[in-house]
């Protein structure tokens, strides 16, 4: 079940309430169990609200969902306090929190308890941001943040409060499905934020550890994983890789301030460093903190420069002994990207003249680069220690399939076989296709052969590549039982071509069918007989 969207942000600035250093009064745990009690998980949400007004609240429409919240029951109560952030009276509050339950929160500061303006009555209200979370093997989770700072409403946060954290937004459920998944025994989430990542790695690795520049952050993800009935991590303070030192992981994970912005004004999205330096120090320096075979995975922004190709930017920060992929996503002209994060702050609903002023500071810092646009997408490596490394740079703009993580993992190993093949070890290999596979003949109705063979992937990154005959019927016939020389002996004798010179043409074909993934290599003996 994907996370909650958020509802409409506070309005305005000003200073975040202090949060407790730890949770070592056990409060967490308490809370958890009165949530599920209440069924106030992800699951619970949906089916409480209903499919139109849980898709609402990712529009930052709240009405639907306040009007399916009026029965007064404990969930009720909950998604209206802590989802919705409104204010609930103390004797609601105390039936969805109960046993003393109300007060400790009360006291641990996670409530508020004040005086209903209008009637006087003791009303209730949520001091941090928490929202139900479904986990990938469907567990129950939670993830703490600041108030309206989930991410998701249509109009930005809208706050400029220094160290706010945000909560789970699109940009954490991207890099989460993109994450290779296994058992590990160490995982780093660099710039933890609200602690997504690091949740998301509890379940695989023996050791997490997050670090953060804001220590409000490292509080809000130690809330997190109390709440979600995840192990402790280790949570240090430090900019970077400075607090990790040169500890090597198997696992590292990075949804950084990325934003290439003039300065550092807004701590959670602001890289505080020129143009898009940030990313390329975090992807240069995590080539030497991670073990042998070992993965590392960014969003990232970076600069297209007039006069440069981007493709060749993005190659120059691979750190060497790694394979990279780098996929391109969405590309905004400077005007608007300006637009895009200066509305993320809130900044057009306040003066307008600041706000000229703010879009000119802006365009004043691409201008004096040469940037001439921004790139947004992914970029992952692997510590493989190749002499002749795999980088393959991407654009790909297209619906993808999430989650993507053992799509990456099968690329990487992907490389790896092509990378120890050469044509004559191709030419003796098995091959079956991948079996999410089509294809599709396009021309004119009635026409005796097709104009284009297109091969389609239905999951994945949902890639087609147009065929020619040859490639059409090899891919047909691979599952796994004939060697792809033999397969191309048979193929020659059917349209009458040299055998010989049809060997020689093809593996470029097969090897870019390969490297995309229509084709999966047979690892292991031959097949009897073939």
Request: hydrophobic content about 40%; aromatic content about 6%; some cysteine.
């Given at each position: 079940?994907?996370?909650?969207?958020?509802?409409?942000?506070?309005?305005?600035?000003?200073?975040?309430?202090?949060?407790?250093?730890?949770?070592?009064?056990?409060?967490?745990?308490?809370?958890?169990?009165?949530?599920?009690?209440?069924?106030?998980?992800?699951?619970?949400?949906?089916?409480?609200?209903?499919?139109?007004?849980?898709?609402?609240?990712?529009?930052?429409?709240?009405?639907?969902?306040?009007?399916?919240?009026?029965?007064?029951?404990?969930?009720?109560?909950?998604?209206?306090?802590?989802?919705?952030?409104?204010?609930?009276?103390?004797?609601?509050?105390?039936?969805?929190?109960?046993?003393?339950?109300?007060?400790?929160?009360?006291?641990?500061?996670?409530?508020?308890?004040?005086?209903?303006?209008?009637?006087?009555?003791?009303?209730?209200?949520?001091?941090?941001?928490?929202?139900?979370?479904?986990?990938?093997?469907g567990q129950d989770w939670f993830i703490a943040s600041d108030l309206g700072c989930a991410v998701g409403g249509a109009g930005g946060i809208g706050s400029t409060a220094e160290g706010v954290v945000l909560g789970v937004?699109?940009?954490?459920?991207?890099?989460?499905?993109?994450?290779?998944?296994?058992?590990?025994?160490?995982?780093?989430?660099?710039?933890?934020?609200?602690?997504?990542?690091?949740?998301?790695?509890?379940?695989?690795?023996?050791?997490?550890?997050?670090?953060?520049?804001?220590?409000?952050?490292?509080?809000?993800?130690?809330?997190?994983?109390?709440?979600?009935?995840?192990?402790?991590?280790?949570?240090?303070?430090?900019?970077?890789?400075?607090?990790?030192?040169?500890?090597?992981?198997?696992?590292?994970?990075?949804?950084?301030?990325?934003?290439?912005?003039?300065?550092?004004?807004?701590?959670?999205?602001?890289?505080?460093?020129?143009?898009?330096?940030?990313?390329?120090?975090?992807?240069?320096?995590?080539?030497?903190?991670?073990?042998?075979?070992?993965?590392?995975?960014?969003?990232?922004?970076?600069?297209?420069?007039?006069?440069?190709?981007?493709?060749?930017?993005?190659?120059?920060?691979?750190?060497?002994?790694?394979?990279?992929?780098?996929?391109?996503?969405?590309?905004?002209?400077?005007?608007?990207?300006?637009?895009?994060?200066?509305?993320?702050?809130?900044?057009?609903?306040?003066?307008?003249?600041?706000?000229?002023?703010?879009?000119?500071?802006?365009?004043?810092?691409?201008?004096?680069?040469?940037?001439?646009?921004?790139?947004?997408?992914?970029?992952?490596?692997?510590?493989?220690?190749?002499?002749?490394?795999?980088?393959?740079?991407?654009?790909?703009?297209?619906?993808?399939?999430?989650?993507?993580?053992?799509?990456v993992r099968a690329h990487f190993a992907r490389q790896d076989y092509l990378r120890t093949h050469d044509d004559a070890a191709l030419l003796a290999g098995y091959f079956t296709l991948a079996p999410e596979v089509v294809?599709?003949?396009?021309?004119?109705?009635?026409?005796?052969?097709?104009?284009?063979?297109?091969?389609?992937?239905?999951?994945?990154?949902?890639?087609?590549?147009?065929?020619?005959?040859?490639?059409?019927?090899?891919?047909?016939?691979?599952?796994?039982?004939?060697?792809?020389?033999?397969?191309?002996?048979?193929?020659?004798?059917?349209?009458?071509?040299?055998?010989?010179?049809?060997?020689?043409?093809?593996?470029?074909?097969?090897?870019?069918?390969?490297?995309?993934?229509?084709?999966?290599?047979?690892?292991?003996?031959?097949?009897?007989?073939?």
């Open positions: 079940m994907p996370p909650h969207p958020a509802p409409p942000p506070p309005k305005g600035t000003g200073e975040y309430p202090s949060l407790p250093l730890t949770d070592r009064s056990g409060l967490a745990p308490r809370l958890r169990s009165a949530f599920l009690a209440a069924d106030f998980t992800a699951d619970g949400l949906l089916e409480r609200l209903g499919a139109a007004a849980y898709a609402a609240l990712a529009r930052a429409e709240t009405v639907p969902a306040l009007r399916a919240t009026r029965g007064g029951t404990p969930l009720d109560t909950l998604v209206r306090l802590f989802l919705l952030q409104r204010p609930v009276s103390a004797a609601e509050a105390g039936a969805a929190l109960p046993g003393g339950l109300l007060d400790d929160a009360v006291d641990g500061g996670w409530l508020s308890r004040e005086p209903d303006g209008e009637t006087g009555e003791e009303v209730v209200r949520a001091a941090v941001d928490v929202r139900p979370y479904g986990g990938p093997d937004g699109g940009a954490s459920t991207t890099l989460a499905g993109l994450t290779v998944r296994g058992p590990v025994r160490s995982a780093l989430d660099l710039g933890t934020g609200s602690g997504v990542q690091a949740l998301h790695a509890s379940v695989d690795a023996t050791r997490v550890t997050a670090t953060d520049l804001n220590p409000r952050a490292l509080r809000f993800t130690e809330l997190t994983l109390a709440l979600s009935g995840a192990p402790e991590a280790e949570l240090l303070e430090g900019s970077l890789f400075e607090p990790v030192g040169e500890h090597r992981y198997d696992l590292i994970v990075s949804n950084p301030p990325f934003v290439i912005s003039p300065g550092a004004r807004l701590t959670y999205r602001d890289g505080g460093m020129s143009g898009d330096d940030l990313c390329r120090t975090l992807v240069q320096q995590a080539g030497d903190r991670l073990d042998e075979g070992g993965y590392a995975h960014f969003l990232a922004n970076w600069q297209h420069v007039e006069g440069e190709e981007w493709s060749d930017r993005l190659r120059s920060w691979v750190p060497s002994g790694c394979d990279a992929w780098i996929v391109q996503r969405e590309v905004q002209d400077i005007t608007q990207y300006t637009e895009l994060w200066l509305r993320d702050a809130g900044d057009h609903r306040t003066d307008p003249e600041a706000y000229a002023v703010r879009y000119e500071a802006w365009l004043d810092e691409f201008e004096a680069r040469n940037t001439k646009a921004i790139g947004f997408g992914w970029i992952t490596l692997r510590r493989s220690g190749a002499a002749e490394p795999s980088i393959l740079v991407e654009e790909w703009p297209h619906p993808v399939e999430q989650p993507l993580g053992e799509t294809q599709e003949q396009i021309g004119l109705p009635g026409a005796e052969d097709p104009e284009h063979v297109v091969l389609r992937q239905h999951r994945g990154m949902r890639r087609a590549t147009q065929v020619d005959t040859v490639g059409a019927g090899f891919a047909g016939v691979c599952d796994g039982s004939l060697s792809a020389g033999r397969i191309l002996d048979a193929i020659a004798q059917l349209i009458g071509e040299d055998p010989v010179l049809l060997r020689d043409r093809t593996p470029a074909q097969i090897r870019l069918l390969v490297e995309q993934g229509f084709l999966e290599p047979v690892t292991g003996p031959a097949p009897s007989g073939a």
